[in-house]
């Protein structure tokens, strides 16, 4: 498999690096949000921008953007638009959703976005064509906040999402019992172990999936996403908290 190096940061590499996410709704709160993250044991940051108030605003988004940089150094930056579809908080269109993504792209400021795996249409290829063409990394994502499909449905995905061109792989589903939870961990050892070609992003949500936050990189998960002051998704543990725990650990080097 072969790793992802962004800003000097390796991902699929030793330890499952910590993603926290910056949920902020006012730019001010962003920029707060984001000087913090050194502290807390964050190794990359993810920019919720369906929870920014101007999201539709594509100056202000690319005004954003640049204060972000300048906040978080080298830390690299990803950028998400999560639909309502998929847990967001804000409804955006097709059209406004590719828009949107093309103006993170045209601001230079991004080292990554993140493109759902069913957006329809033309939209992921196009939108990791895109990407790469501005030297952006590309997350092809998935998630089910309703269930866990099964685990040759979860490896389709992922090979498709490869398939696609991503850089890395990302998928989240909503445990129902503790064999969901094994059966997450179970498809994404397979998907390593006989698939990937590229990173794993891999997660159960919620308090039963919480563990795979902790253990994912055991089976081939690459990143963990933890929580600062708000956390973006159900499960999320406090990055600082996190880092400590995945310390413990012998990941493989």
């Given at each position: 498999?072969?790793?992802?190096?962004?800003?000097?940061?390796?991902?699929?590499?030793?330890?499952?690096?910590?993603?926290?996410?910056?949920?902020?709704?006012?730019?001010?709160?962003?920029?707060?949000?984001?000087?913090?993250?050194?502290?807390?044991?964050?190794?990359?940051?993810?920019?919720?921008?369906?929870?920014?108030?101007?999201?539709?605003?594509?100056?202000?988004?690319?005004?954003?953007?640049?204060?972000?940089?300048?906040?978080?150094?080298?830390?690299?930056?990803?950028?998400?638009?999560?639909?309502?579809?998929?847990?967001?908080?804000?409804?955006?269109?097709?059209?406004?959703?590719?828009a949107l993504n093309e103006a993170v792209l045209s601001s230079g400021q991004a080292d990554l976005i993140d493109v759902e795996l069913f957006s329809g249409g033309d939209c992921v290829p196009h939108l990791v064509a895109a990407a790469h063409s501005a030297?952006?990394?590309?997350?092809?994502?998935?998630?089910?906040?309703?269930?866990?499909?099964?685990?040759?449905?979860?490896?389709?995905?992922?090979?498709?999402?490869?398939?696609?061109?991503?850089?890395?792989?990302?998928?989240?589903?909503?445990?129902?019992?503790?064999?969901?939870?094994?059966?997450?961990?179970?498809?994404?050892?397979?998907?390593l172990s006989q698939h990937a070609r590229k990173p794993l992003i891999t997660m159960s949500m919620g308090d039963l999936g919480m563990v795979t936050r902790i253990c994912g990189g055991f089976f081939g998960s690459a990143v963990t996403f933890g929580s600062?002051?708000?956390?973006?998704?159900?499960?999320?543990?406090?990055?600082?908290?996190?880092?400590?725990?995945?310390?413990?650990?012998?990941?493989?080097?």
């Amino acid at each position: 498999m072969n790793t992802v190096n962004v800003r000097g940061l390796e991902i699929g590499a030793g330890r499952p690096k910590i993603a926290v996410s910056l949920t902020g709704a006012a730019r001010e709160d962003l920029i707060a949000q984001a000087r913090a993250l050194p502290g807390l044991g964050a190794d990359l940051a993810e920019w919720r921008m369906d929870c920014f108030a101007q999201v539709e605003n594509s100056a202000a988004v690319e005004a954003c953007l640049r204060d972000l940089r300048r906040s978080l150094g080298e830390m690299p930056l990803l950028a998400t638009f999560r639909t309502d579809r998929e847990g967001g908080s804000h409804p955006l269109s097709a059209p406004h959703y590719i828009a949107l993504n093309e103006a993170v792209l045209s601001s230079g400021q991004a080292d990554l976005i993140d493109v759902e795996l069913f957006s329809g249409g033309d939209c992921v290829p196009h939108l990791v064509a895109a990407a790469h063409s501005a030297g952006v990394r590309v997350v092809l994502s998935n998630h089910d906040f309703e269930k866990t499909p099964l685990k040759d449905e979860l490896i389709r995905r992922l090979c498709r999402m490869q398939e696609l061109g991503a850089d890395l792989l990302k998928i989240a589903v909503m445990p129902r019992c503790r064999s969901d939870v094994l059966l997450l961990l179970q498809a994404t050892e397979e998907m390593l172990s006989q698939h990937a070609r590229k990173p794993l992003i891999t997660m159960s949500m919620g308090d039963l999936g919480m563990v795979t936050r902790i253990c994912g990189g055991f089976f081939g998960s690459a990143v963990t996403f933890g929580s600062a002051a708000q956390a973006s998704a159900p499960g999320q543990l406090p990055s600082e908290h996190l880092r400590t725990l995945l310390s413990l650990m012998p990941f493989p080097s």
